[in-house]
C-alpha cells in the first residue's frame, strides 16, 4: 500500500561543514554564513545565509538555537526556537524539536519529531520576502 522511495533517505544527508560549532560553546549574536555550518552547541542569534552563498546549517542532538534561520537547507536534531526560512529543503530528525514556523521548499519529517508552529510551502515570493525584512532587521542591530 505505502512504498518507500529508497533515493529520498532522511537524515542520511552528505555535507561537508566548514564550521563546527562545538557542544562546549556557546555564541552571543547573529550569524551571516558562506558556508555550512553544524552547531554542536548554543546559539543565540539569528542564523543567516549571505545573499549569493547556498548553505547548510545543521542543529545536532543536544544543540540550542534560540533565533531564526534563513538557509537552503536546514537539518535539526536539537532544539531551535525560532522560525526556518528555506529555499530547498528542511529535515526534522526524530530528536527534533522546533518551536517557530517553517517556511520550507520540500520538507522530510521523521516520526517522533516536534513541531509547535506552522508549517507553509515556499511559493516565488514571500519567503525571500519575509527572509530579506529578517535580514535587513538582523543587520541593523550589528
Not at 109 to 131: N, Y
Request: aromatic share 4%.
Amino acid at each position: 500500500m505505502f512504498k518507500s522511495k529508497s533515493n529520498q533517505t532522511l537524515g542520511k544527508s552528505v555535507e561537508s561543514f566548514e564550521t563546527i560549532i562545538g557542544s562546549s560553546l556557546r555564541v552571543d549574536g547573529n550569524l551571516l554564513l558562506r558556508s555550512s555550518v553544524r552547531i554542536d552547541g548554543l546559539v543565540n542569534g539569528n542564523i543567516l545565509q549571505e545573499d549569493g552563498y547556498e548553505t547548510t546549517v545543521a542543529i545536532a542532538k543536544g544543540a540550542t538555537v534560540t533565533g531564526d534561520i534563513r538557509a537552503k537547507h536546514v537539518i535539526v536534531s536539537g532544539n531551535l526556537q525560532g522560525n526556518i526560512f528555506s529555499s530547498d529543503r528542511v529535515e526534522l530528525l526524530d530528536t527534533a524539536f522546533v518551536s517557530g514556523d517553517i517556511t520550507y521548499g520540500t520538507l522530510g519529517m521523521q516520526v517522533g519529531a516536534r513541531l509547535e508552529g506552522k508549517l507553509r510551502q515556499a511559493d516565488s515570493e514571500s519567503p525571500s520576502q519575509t527572509a530579506d525584512v529578517l535580514i535587513a532587521q538582523a543587520m541593523q542591530k550589528i
